[in-house]
């Protein structure tokens, strides 16, 4: 049997590159799977992340100015990407963007496109942790929603300048972005500009069609659940899987479901799908427009957790389909390729920072120890200083007692040194620590630091990604990689006492 060193790094999968892996939150045992069904968008079509999103942005701000009646000095503004991540929230009544950890505590927030210093963020969220259910808030869900956050953000921006002819409250300014994006993605304005020239937008991934070729072989069904047109499906999906000028792309599906309406497909459960017929060459899987899952289930033969269904939106893809069918869920995250890209880079700075983290653990441990003995060692001067001398005593005794003090005395006076040398220790390892601390985190993001962290803590997205997805990837084909018979299996999560 093979032997690992005590102390390797190495991992039972380490012959696949990192970007290359599925990652395991929940065991999942792809042998009591019987049906794979896929999104289209951020899942089996990936998008080029900066024209997409660049052209979207610049669709919008025309709508803004000429229907809206927005500033033209939005003009001013060239979309920066890194400005919005996925896992942030909008808080539209004050004009801000947060970023939160794992327990929903705010620990970054711009105004407009100002960070607030902490003062200022302690101010708008005093307890620290804002509840995101309310109708105050919008969560950063999809790629799709990264220009409309940064047109937000602008706005906003252009508001504290006074460039506005008139007041307009925040909020409502995010409800007109909200509509002005809507409109250029329902009218198809988005889709034609991206249709004319889908080489510029969609990236090809050449293990894909293997990929599903490959699910079916072994006996899978597979399935497309998508909320575009079919008329978009096609041109996505023709575009990635076609071959040698012939239309095969429905081929590698049983069932093609469009126009879904997620997320109320899977939970309006009673919707019947549109009565539409469109005309499809021979050997393609079957076309339904809408209707619900549970028809789909019977369609397909299978339901609960005998479905794994792959998808990019932790809202509408992965959670609901998770808690009102009890199917399984893979998370495809393209973002994760570029953090794994940049931990491989700054590996040493982040061992490092675990070093020095780790110190200062070690350091506060010992200062509070040194700091609780003094606290006894007061009280027992304190105790002797009160104490009346007893009827009788004699000189002998009081200079035993003299001699007690003397020795609190010096003991107290050493404590405190070693309590001024530890303290100036540890100032030292936190600000090194702190440091070294933004430093990475601007690497990964100079606005936001890392997606799936937040300081020590998971980061909100990080969280939902562990809590609603069974497995997570940087992309479908990584499949390829794995027996479709695999058994997914999750490393042991551990209390913190389980660690010592």
Not at 75 to 83: Q, V, W
Not at 106 to 131: C, F, N, P, Q
Not at 376 to 405: I, Y
Not at 420 to 440: N, P
């Amino acid at each position: 049997m093979k032997t690992l060193p005590k102390y390797s790094r190495t991992l039972p999968e380490s012959g696949h590159a990192p970007e290359r892996r599925i990652y395991v939150n929940r065991n999942l045992r792809m042998a009591s799977v019987g049906a794979i069904g896929f999104d289209l968008d951020h899942t089996l079509a990936h998008y080029r992340g900066a024209a997409v999103e660049e052209l979207a942005y610049t669709l919008t701000r025309e709508r803004l100015i000429n229907r809206f009646g927005y500033p033209r000095q939005m003009l001013d503004f060239p979309y920066e990407r890194e400005f919005v991540i996925r896992g942030l929230v909008v808080d539209k009544n004050r004009g801000h963007v947060l970023k939160m950890d794992y327990h929903n505590y705010v620990t970054r927030v711009y105004h407009g496109r100002r960070l607030l210093d902490a003062k200022e963020r302690k101010a708008s969220y005093r307890t620290g942790r804002v509840r995101t259910g309310s109708a105050s808030y919008i969560s950063v869900d999809t790629l799709f929603h990264l220009p409309e956050v940064y047109l937000y953000a602008v706005l906003v921006e252009l508001k504290e300048r006074g460039r506005f002819k008139k007041n307009v409250s925040f909020r409502k300014i995010y409800a007109d972005v909200r509509e002005a994006i809507d409109s250029i993605h329902g009218d198809g304005t988005l889709k034609a500009e991206i249709l004319g020239k889908v080489g510029n937008f969609i990236r090809r991934d050449t293990r894909l069609e293997r990929t599903l070729a490959e699910l079916r072989e072994s006996g899978k069904k597979v399935f497309l659940l998508t909320n575009s047109e079919y008329y978009y499906t096609r041109a996505l999906l023709g575009h990635l899987l076609d071959a040698d000028g012939k239309e095969i792309w429905g081929t590698y599906f049983d069932l093609i479901v469009v126009d879904a309406a997620k997320p109320g497909y899977f939970t309006e459960l009673s919707r019947a799908p549109k009565r539409k017929q469109v005309d499809t060459p021979p050997g393609f899987a079957p076309v339904v427009h809408g209707g619900n899952a549970r028809s789909l289930e019977k369609k397909l033969g299978f339901s609960g957790d005998q479905v794994l269904y792959f998808g990019d939106h932790t809202y509408g893809d992965i959670l609901r389909s998770k808690k009102n069918l009890g199917w399984r869920t893979a998370m495809v995250v393209e973002e994760l390729e570029e953090e794994l890209a940049v931990t491989r880079a700054i590996q040493p700075q982040l061992d490092e920072l675990n070093h020095w983290t780790a110190l200062r653990g070690v350091l506060e441990a010992d200062l509070s120890a040194l700091q609780r003995e003094a606290l006894q060692l007061s009280r027992k001067v304190a105790a002797l200083g009160a104490g009346a001398p007893a009827a009788g005593t004699g000189p002998v005794a009081r200079k035993g007692e003299d001699r007690n003090r003397g020795k609190l005395a010096r003991r107290a006076e050493s404590l405190r040194a070693r309590i001024d040398d530890l303290g100036r220790e540890l100032d030292s390892v936190r600000q090194r620590t702190a440091e070294l601390g933004e430093d990475v985190s601007r690497r990964y993001n100079r606005y936001w630091g890392p997606l799936f962290r937040e300081g020590r803590e998971t980061s909100r997205f990080g969280h939902q990604v562990k809590d609603f997805a069974c497995i997570y990837m940087t992309r479908v084909s990584n499949l390829l990689n794995y027996h479709p018979d695999h058994y997914f299996r999750s490393a042991a999560e551990r209390m913190p006492h389980e660690t010592l």
